[in-house]
């Protein structure tokens, strides 16, 4: 369970990478407005909070790369803090997002399920 774990994390932090290059990278361009429902002016006002905004989800990411590198070097301890620390953190971040416009739900789930995923698959894995 330890690897269903560490593998959906992976995936969680893939897709935060993702994100991350639509909102520091590319969010006046067409895919990241298609994909925010942006227009053009509405982008380029809030391109400076999307650029910051994209760099909590790299970071977030990082972490848990670096968890699994640690737990992959016989550092468990270390390395999953740093996961449940990422997914951890991407499972709030959804639910602020949820909470905050109940029109969200859809982003929300897709920002949030890989990382629940991780963090019980990883609970579970680490308790046996």
Known sequence: M???GLVLAGLAAALHVY????ESLIWTGPRARRTFGLDARTAEITKPLAFNQGFYNLFLAIAIFIGIVAMAADAATVG???VFVGTGSMVAAALVLVL???TKARAAAVQ???PLLATVA???GLAA
């Open 19 to 22: 994100i991350f290059v639509l």
């Open 112 to 114: 949030g399920v890989l």
């Open 122 to 124: 990883l609970a579970i």
């Open 80 to 82: 999953a803090t740093l």
């Open 100 to 102: 905050s416009d109940g």
């Open 2 to 4: 330890i690897l269903v």
